[in-house]
């Protein structure tokens, strides 16, 4: 009991020096549980969306798209109408529902706005029927009656400002059709995100089908008493049709929250990586105060050992405060954790994926799991200083100096430091030198988490180096002052090790991101310099949803356009050569295009020739492909397409796969792929490839961009535009990735001041001594935050140095892959130095401000 009440004693007594470790447990563990919690919620949200909008039983076409996906060929797979009656006809059934539903279309306001989502949610258009009117509620005006009328969801009408009687575009393979808002349908669920359209029956099935008596599902609702599965049963043997599938609302549920794992589990362990980051950068921190108030508390602790105090209970005293400081900051961020998932919530939404507090989901085991991390987290931290601590002798605890510092204990972290590196570089060179990606990525791995250790190991011997060598280049010039911070710095190598390694792990992180980025970009624009032959390329804006008929009629009708090339994709089944009629098939994507695709896309070949792959009934495989199922020129694929039409395809060319553009494609004529495949599954173009008449460049990309106007979900780009727009999507996702490492930044900041508030409490006589003999509050506080400048930028270097060799050498890893081009950065690298002198000074304006409101005489007197 004396123990724990010397440990409450001694925690509130410091409390002040604890609390930005307490910061750091907070921040690390809101962050935990608040992905935790945000990822439970969007599960929720998700999971009451699909239960409420699935019937007992829903009936699909066999090969209908699976999700949200848009259809290729632009027009959804349909069921007859006959199918509704038949299965309103079986036992258990109290209605049967035939619906109509589209997402290859667009919807666009009176200005041409595009209203769908900008997030990867689909846009929808349907027809209004009682399932629609059992999980919406019209909020204002009434249903369409007409193909003059659409109805539209409410989020999309309060996002774009749009009310009862506003004109609307929907712009289908079909055609495109006008109409006027006649209503408001609210989900009584949240909408994450769609935009949705309301079409009375008859319009829908003209509009979107393109004929009438047809559907793309029945929605089957069971009488009292009967299951799911005896319903579906019981459907299914009354349409007595294989071309049919069937759906209880439990798999229409599970398919539909298996469609969004895979984006929520991306996001949820990519969020919890960069709390793990901030974590071990908070580690840092904790061992750093514990580690500072240990020696500052030599003295106390000696009386301790004096009067009896076993090396146990000083050990165990030391660890008290650490549990009690864990429990604190892991309570106070368990709570910040709900805000922080509510931020992200609101985030969301601002970038149109809805997400209502009224969905707030806390299960039992965040809470737990945060308390369990932050306080398992903290006790580890503050071992080895508590260990420290109940090594300390009572008679060296008594000495006015504290204990010298164990020079053996230096050479041995030198050499442990010196091998972990050298053991880190050598696998960093063997990934560089790698044949295959996931052996170079296994290297890799281990190169970095070696060299990092190691650089956390030898970092207190390297801080005597670095610190001279900074201080002749950014102290020296503030004269005694200068030469004072530089000793400040040097005098005790481990501790400003320690503060630098936790700064220099987030900036390691930067540096690395920001060559693999750059390389990135800079290696796409050269694969396009060299495998682009065209001078334009239309597609969708998402490059994904396919170009519709009107558009590529415009496109091709261009006068300044010397040629147009149309390229689609066609998912195919193909059973390798040597494979049995019914054995094991893989799906795969065939590209079809037309010969003069070779010219907008240029392509090498390792075996036989591109131009024959063009030929009839002929096609090319990658390179990777052709050597996993062992094919060669010559070789017999079989090949499935829709409907159950079987072609046998030659293998007439093998495409390297070192291209970071269309990668190990498998190329067709169009005119092979149209033999078998019915007109109205043809899939529409995904990308169009233009060449400007000679001289008319200009007036070229002048014309497609006007007759492309009326078409927002399609841009126009040359080569330029292209670039840029890759450059773009990569530097919107590291600035994302940048964000959430400003958290382990922020935590390596708080160390930094922590460090600099505790030495200042540590140097409280000798500080006082110096005001005595004439320096100046001024000249003190300008002393305190060039240490803190020189710590920050020795964290820098070595941050910035080791981030750079990990980013070349994922680079070389890319190479494989044919991004090829290492580009560092160097003005984000120096933007990124300059800043951490930045953050150096202003985490030192606390602690230099507090230094210079130090009393004189009591400073001198303190012991």
């Known amino acids: 009991m004396s123990v724990l009440k010397t440990s409450l004693r001694s925690f509130v007594a410091h409390k002040g020096r604890m609390a930005l470790s307490a910061v750091a447990v907070l921040l690390s563990v809101a962050f935990v549980c608040g992905t935790l919690v945000f990822t439970d919620t969007m599960n929720t949200t998700f999971d009451k969306l699909f239960a409420s909008s699935s019937s007992d039983v829903t009936v699909l076409p066999k090969d209908a798209a699976p999700g949200d996906q848009a259809p290729a060929s632009g027009r959804p797979e349909t069921l007859p109408a006959s199918a ?65 009328e659409v109805m539209l969801d409410a989020d999309t009408a309060e996002k774009h400002k749009l009310g009862v009687g506003d004109e609307i575009r929907t712009l289908a393979a079909t055609g495109e059709l006008t109409s006027r808002i006649s209503g408001i349908a609210a989900f009584e669920v949240t909408n994450p995100g769609a935009t949705i359209v309301f079409f009375d029956t008859a319009t829908a099935q003209r509009e979107l089908l393109g004929k009438e008596d047809a559907f793309t599902s029945v929605a089957v609702t069971a009488d009292s008493g009967v299951t799911g599965e005896l319903l579906k049963k019981n459907v299914a043997d009354a349409l007595g049709e294989k071309s049919y599938s069937y759906q209880t609302k439990k798999e229409a549920a599970d398919e539909g929250r298996e469609d969004i794992a895979g984006f929520l589990d991306v996001m949820k362990y990519a969020l919890l990586g960069f709390a793990g980051i901030a974590l071990l950068v908070g580690v840092f921190l904790i061992v750093n105060t514990f580690s500072m108030l240990v020696a ?41 954790g709900v805000g922080i998932a ?58 006015d100096a504290g204990t010298p510092a164990d020079g053996r204990a230096g050479r041995v972290r030198a050499v442990l430091g010196l091998l972990l590196s050298a053991g ?20 890799l791995g281990g190169g970095v988490v070696l060299t990092l250790v190691g650089f956390i190991v030898v970092g207190p011997v390297l801080a005597g180096l670095f610190v001279r060598v900074l201080g002749v280049v950014v102290l020296r010039p503030f004269g005694r002052v200068g030469r004072l ?231 126009v780009r040359d080569q330029a535009d292209y670039k840029k727009t890759l450059e773009n999507q990569i530097g919107q996702l590291l600035n994302m990735v940048y964000g959430l490492l400003a958290l382990a930044i922020i935590v390596a900041i708080l160390g930094v001041v922590n460090t600099l508030a505790l030495s200042v409490v540590e140097r409280t006589r000798e500080i006082g001594l110096m005001r005595a003999i004439g320096l100046s509050r001024r000249q003190l506080r300008r002393m305190v935050r060039l240490e803190s400048v020189v710590i920050a930028l020795f964290g820098a270097l070595l941050g910035l140095g080791l981030g750079m060799c990990w980013g070349a050498t994922a680079q070389q890893l890319l190479a494989l892959e044919g991004l090829g081009v290492l580009e560092v950065p160097w003005t984000t690298i120096g933007t990124v130095f300059v800043g951490s002198a930045l953050v150096g000074l202003v985490a030192a304006l606390v602690p230099a401000f507090r230094a210079g409101r130090m009393n004189v005489l009591n400073a001198i007197a303190t012991e």
């Open 84 to 148: 509704v009656e038949k299965a309103r006809g079986a036992q258990g059934v109290r209605t049967a529902q035939g619906t109509v539903a589209s997402t290859g279309v667009t919807v666009v306001d009176a200005d041409n706005e595009n209203l769908g989502s900008t997030t990867g949610a689909p846009t929808i258009a349907s027809s209004w029927d009682t399932d629609d009117r059992r999980t919406m509620d019209i909020t204002s005006g009434h249903a369409p009656r007409g193909p003059t």
């Open 296 to 336: 500052q508390r030599t003295r106390e602790i000696g009386l301790l050992r004096a009067i009896g105090s076993s090396r146990r209970q000083v050990n165990r005293s030391v660890l008290i405060e650490a549990l009690l400081l864990g429990t604190l900051g892991s309570v106070l961020g368990v709570g910040a």
């Open 485 to 715: 911070a530089e000793r400040n710095a040097l005098r005790n190598p481990r501790r400003t090790g320690a503060t630098a390694a936790a700064l220099m792990i987030g900036l390691a992180l930067v540096a690395s991101l920001s060559v693999v980025g750059s390389s990135m970009v800079a290696s796409a624009s050269d694969e396009l310099d060299k495998s682009v032959g065209t001078d334009f390329i239309v597609q969708a804006e998402n490059g994904i949803q396919p170009i519709l008929p009107a558009v590529t009629k415009r496109v091709e009708d261009a006068d300044t356009l010397a040629n147009v090339t149309s390229y689609k994709a066609v998912e195919v089944e193909i059973t390798p050569p040597g494979g049995k009629p019914g054995g094991k098939k893989e799906r795969e994507v065939l590209s079809a295009a037309e010969p003069s695709y070779m010219k907008d896309l240029h392509r090498e070949t390792t075996a036989g020739e591109l131009s024959a792959a063009y030929g009839k009934d002929a096609m090319s495989v990658g390179e990777e492909y052709a050597k996993e199922h062992g094919v060669k020129v010559g070789d017999t694929l079989t090949v499935d397409f829709a409907a159950g039409r079987t072609a046998e395809l030659k293998v007439a060319a093998i495409t390297s796969d070192d291209s970071a553009l269309d990668q190990g494609a498998m190329y067709a004529n169009i005119t092979t792929v149209a033999r078998y495949v019915a007109p109205d599954r043809m899939p529409l173009d995904q990308m169009m490839f233009g060449t400007a008449r000679e001289g008319q460049d200009r007036a070229a990309y002048k014309e497609l961009k006007a007759a492309l106007e009326p078409y927002p979900q399609y841009v």
């Open 424 to 443: 880190g570089g050598a696998c960093l060179y063997a990934a560089a030198q790698a044949d295959a990606a996931g052996q170079g990525s296994l290297y």
């Open 342 to 399: 509510v931020g992200l919530m609101e985030l969301m939404s601002l970038l149109g994926i809805n997400l209502s507090t009224s969905e707030l989901t806390v299960s039992w085991t965040t809470p737990v799991v945060g308390l369990v991390l932050g306080v398992i987290v903290t006790v580890l931290a503050a071992y080895l200083p508590a260990r420290r601590a109940g090594r300390i002798s009572p008679m060296a605890a008594l000495r």
